[in-house]
């Protein structure tokens, strides 16, 4: 009946990008933010269906699709 307000969370944009990492031997997909600086992965949550990453991409504010890494 009534659709619960997704809360937007915020990231730096300059210093993080959004990324999906795939593992090739599962399929396993997890959601989170490479530090463009450092390099280093902050994971966020993991990615069951589309209708996970599509909360993901609502969640943070992010209008492009995000890359994915194997």
């Keep these: 009946m009534f ?3 997704v809360q937007k969370l915020s990231y730096d944009k300059e ?3 959004p990324l999906i ?3 090739i031997c ?3 997909q997890i959601a989170g933010f ?3 600086v450092t390099g280093k992965f902050e994971e966020v949550m993991l990615l069951k269906n ?3 990453l599509k909360y ?3 969640l943070y504010g992010i209008d492009e699709p995000v890359a994915k890494e194997y």
């Design 21 to 23: 990492r795939c593992s």
């Design 3 to 5: 659709k619960k307000k």
């Design 15 to 17: 210093q993080k990008k």
């Design 56 to 58: 993901f991409m609502e």
């Design 26 to 28: 599962n399929g396993e």
């Design 50 to 52: 589309n209708a996970d």
């Design 34 to 36: 490479r530090d463009l």
